[in-house]
């Protein structure tokens, strides 16, 4: 099957994932998959009856795979799966309600090292923080990781209804290896824009053509980084 995008780092296919996947070769799967919530994407009815919804989520999360969905989900995934995850991580996030999270978590025998990921003190204004920020010090991150979600004002908004943030996204490239990242859901590609940052290889699949032109476009404005 021919790329729909190709480069040093990056290679995106137009199609459905249900019809590709077996084709491309195995590798760590890193995905946000449609929440069949009934959204209205360009190319794909979002709801499907749970048996459909099902057959999708074990076909395109195959261990090893990062999954991020609300949790209710990630328990159905791991019984379909026959997997406990090894971690799970809460990404929270402010709503126009209440704060609200939904659920990362890690399937397979991948363990995920959290040690060079970092963020920001709480309490900035305690006397040991203070001192601590004084020589570029930050906190460790463990299984509570805060990040805005995309909004329509977001400087990084592209466009797609359900976009994952950035940051989310580097944190769970940066803390987990593998030699080649695999998004069935590609949307508009955050997940090949940041592994291509971080100078790893990335195949994503995506069944919208509009989506597919801005994830390459994404990464064809990148610079590849050799360091």
Not at 51 to 80: A, D, T
Not at 190 to 209: Q, V
Request: net charge neutral; proline share 5%; hydrophobic share 35%.
């Amino acid at each position: 099957m021919q790329p729909y995008y190709q480069d040093e780092c990056v290679t995106i296919y137009h199609g459905d994932c249900r019809e590709i996947l077996s084709s491309l070769p195995k590798g760590l799967v890193i995905t946000d998959p449609p929440y069949n919530l009934d959204y209205h994407y360009l190319n794909y009815k979002d709801n499907l009856s749970l048996e459909e919804y099902h057959n999708l989520l074990e076909l395109s999360c195959r261990c090893p795979s990062v999954v991020i969905h609300y949790p209710e989900y990630l328990f159905q995934l791991s019984w379909l799966l026959e997997e406990i995850p090894r971690k799970v991580v809460a990404w929270c996030y402010n709503s126009n309600t209440a704060r609200q999270w939904r659920g990362i978590a890690w399937f397979g025998t991948i363990q995920p090292d959290f040690s060079n990921l970092k963020q920001d003190y709480k309490n900035q204004k305690d006397k040991r923080i203070i001192k601590l920020m004084a020589k570029g010090k930050q906190a460790r991150l463990y299984d509570w990781w805060n990040a805005n979600q995309v909004k329509n004002v977001s400087s990084e908004k592209t466009g797609h209804p359900c976009q994952i943030p950035q940051e989310v996204m580097r944190r769970i490239i940066i803390s987990t290896p593998s030699d080649v990242i695999l998004d069935p859901f590609l949307g508009s590609g955050t997940t090949a824009s940041e592994a291509k940052k971080l100078n790893r290889k990335c195949i994503g699949i995506e069944i919208d053509e509009k989506y597919c032109e801005i994830a390459a476009n994404r990464c064809r404005q990148m610079v590849f980084n050799l360091t």
